[in-house]
C-alpha cells in the first residue's frame, strides 16, 4: 500500500524555522500531485502548499505565501516544506498528501507531524 510518513516537527520560536519532511514509499513521479494541509485545534483540515508533477508547479495558501516554500527531490521519493518566519497561528499537526491516480484529488494521507509556535 502506499505510505507516507512525516517528520521534522517539533517546538520553534516565533520568526524561527523549519524544514519538513514526506518520504513516499512509491516514486514521487507517479503522484499526480504532493502537498501539505494542517489542522489545528478546533479548526478544519486546509491547504498549505502543493507541488504538481505534470507542470512543476507549486501553490501556497495565502498565509504562508513568502514564508513556506515546497519542493521535491524524486531520486528520494520525498517531498519537503521550508518553514521560515512561523508564527503562532502556524501551530497545528501537519500531513502530508498525495494524489494518486487514477483520481486527481488528494487522497493518500500521513500520520501527520506536530509544530508548535511559541510567542
Known amino acids: 500500500q502506499v505510505q507516507l510518513v512525516e517528520s521534522g516537527g517539533g517546538l520553534v520560536q516565533a520568526g524561527g524555522s523549519l524544514r519538513l519532511s514526506c518520504a513516499a514509499s512509491?516514486?514521487?513521479?507517479?503522484?499526480?500531485?504532493m502537498g501539505w494541509f494542517r489542522q489545528a485545534p478546533g479548526k478544519e483540515r486546509e491547504f498549505v502548499a502543493g507541488?504538481?508533477?505534470?507542470?512543476?508547479?507549486?501553490s501556497y495558501a495565502d498565509s504562508v505565501k513568502g514564508r513556506f516554500t515546497i519542493s521535491r527531490d524524486n531520486a528520494k521519493n520525498t517531498v519537503y516544506l521550508q518553514m521560515n518566519s512561523l508564527k503562532p497561528e502556524d501551530t497545528a499537526v501537519y500531513y502530508c498528501?498525495?494524489?494518486?491516480?487514477?483520481?486527481?484529488?488528494?487522497?493518500?494521507w500521513g500520520q501527520g507531524t506536530q509544530v508548535t509556535v511559541s510567542s
Open positions: 507541488i504538481s508533477w505534470r507542470d512543476s508547479t507549486t
Open positions: 498528501a498525495a494524489a494518486a491516480p487514477p483520481g486527481r484529488k488528494y487522497d493518500v
Open positions: 512509491r516514486r514521487t513521479f507517479t503522484f499526480f500531485a
